[in-house]
């Protein structure tokens, strides 16, 4: 079963992902199933590795200060474009100590769900990160936040 199913986790949630991006029918449900099953065979040809969680009472709490942040974040930008405030876009670049992959794909994905803020590049030489901000009045923050909220939890949980 392995060998036609080798992530099977992730066979289940990109079929009912997809049965909930499109409507229920037993034609999308095929065709979600073919959409996993050939994603699965991709990732065994990618050979991920496997993280490695070392402190999983961290997550719950990382969720919730996300959340938090992307509730704060939308807030922000929302009342920065209603109040018609004037911005300045600014990049900041960040070092940052972390080299796990796993935990820099999850710091990416943190970042670019928080409204006012995107992932622009990270140089693996020297361990930088290029942020993209919505205002330079918050350049100071966005870099606080990364390093010492995202970041630190980040590699509680992985290293």
Do not use: C
């Not at 199933?33 to 709490?61: C, D, E």
């Not at 876009?89 to 992959?101: A, K």
């Amino acid at each position: 079963m392995r060998r036609y199913i080798p992530y099977p986790l992730l066979a289940l949630m990109l079929t009912l992902m997809w049965l909930i991006l499109t409507r229920f029918s037993l034609g999308n449900l095929v065709l979600g199933l073919v959409v996993a099953l050939v994603a699965s065979q991709v990732m065994v040809r990618l050979q991920p590795s496997k993280p490695r969680i070392r402190r999983w009472s961290v997550i719950p709490k990382m969720f919730g200060i996300l959340g938090w942040d992307i509730i704060k974040s939308n807030w922000s930008v929302a009342w920065a474009i209603i109040s018609n405030k004037k911005r300045n876009p600014h990049l900041v670049e960040i070092p940052l100590e972390m080299r796990d992959p796993t935990a820099l794909a999850l710091l990416a994905i943190t970042i670019t769900a928080t409204p006012g803020t995107a992932w622009v590049e990270y140089r693996t030489q020297d361990g930088r990160l290029l942020l993209h901000v919505f205002d330079e009045e918050e350049e100071g923050y966005w870099r606080r936040v990364v390093k010492n909220r995202y970041e630190a939890m980040l590699m509680e949980v992985f290293e």
